[in-house]
């Protein structure tokens, strides 16, 4: 389509109208993506302008110079406009394993919940919510600006994690404890450091969450057991009621997947597919099978 509209203009006004609302856009200005991310958006910019124009673009061209002797950063930015307006950058590693973790990066999985979370605001709605193995952060801070929680924990257990987790939280605009206040407005928000390991029932249940959610967490069977063990201990936490889970899964291996399925059923937890959302509004790999699946937790007082 934007082929078919440069070769209906003669100018070039609406090329430059894309590089002033992309790579010259105040955010990304302010927030710079990865290098290697803008070179390869504006190469193809200027690909498209060169299959209908003999004339090159010298704004285009003076932008792919800048790039091209920018040094690519260990940490980039990634931003999103949401349909409310609201705006979501995040602080990444521009590589997929850094200081002996992927959890600096946002994975797929991430950004399929978020967008169900989207389409399901009241399953959040004046409720208190633990997210497990929070990563870069994305799906928290969508539902906190989206979905109108009451509290929200973003938990993981790096170091290195935790610290790029604050500065995100704090990047888009989220006061954290203790500098939070109880209002209408904003959830309270909360980073903590959790370890499913070592995580206790009284640890967990300090959070005392109304509903637990978990992104691209199933990688390998380690942490898959380390998870299932995780949910068990929460189910124990308050003898009233046990929280709602939901926890976004990428079909990468199956076997993992099986293992997973295979010890819920052991841990005695049923679980649920929840009805694919109709919108897509993050970049993702089409092609890639994702779920959200719901988890029943059963009540177990004696943990």
Request: with cysteine; glycine share 4%; net charge negative.
């Amino acid at each position: 389509s934007l082929e078919e509209k440069l070769r209906t203009s003669s100018d070039s006004e609406l090329l430059l109208d894309i590089l002033q609302k992309t790579v010259k856009h105040p955010v990304c200005i302010r927030h710079p993506p990865s290098v290697k991310y803008t070179q390869s958006f504006l190469l193809e910019l200027i690909k498209k302008h060169e299959v209908v124009h003999a004339e090159p673009l010298d704004e285009l061209y003076e932008a792919l110079a800048e790039v091209l002797t920018t040094e690519e950063p260990t940490q980039c930015h990634r931003s999103y406009v949401l349909p409310s307006g609201d705006l979501v950058t995040l602080s990444e590693s521009t590589a997929i394993v850094s200081h002996g973790t992927t959890g600096l990066v946002t994975w797929d999985a991430a950004l399929y919940l978020a967008e169900w979370a989207m389409e399901n605001p009241a399953a959040f709605r004046h409720r208190t919510v633990l997210e497990l193995g929070s990563g870069a952060g994305l799906t928290g801070v969508v539902i906190c600006k989206t979905c109108h929680p009451r509290a929200y924990t973003f938990s993981d257990c790096h170091s290195r994690v935790l610290e790029q987790l604050r500065g995100n939280v704090l990047l888009n605009s989220l006061p954290l404890e203790p500098e939070a206040t109880a209002d209408s407005e904003s959830p309270l928000v909360t980073v903590a450091q959790l370890d499913w390991d070592e995580a206790t029932v009284p640890q967990l249940s300090a959070f005392q969450p109304d509903i637990v959610i978990a992104a691209d967490v199933l990688y390998c069977p380690e942490v898959t057991l380390a998870l299932v063990g995780v949910l068990q201990r929460l189910s124990a936490c308050q003898r009233d009621r046990v929280p709602d889970v939901y926890v976004a899964c990428t079909m990468r291996n199956p076997e993992t997947y099986q293992l997973f399925t295979t010890e819920l059923g052991r841990a005695a937890i049923r679980w649920e597919a929840m009805p694919p959302h109709s919108q897509k509004l993050f970049p993702y790999e089409e092609h890639l099978e994702m779920a959200v699946l719901r988890l029943l937790l059963l009540r177990h007082l004696n943990m």
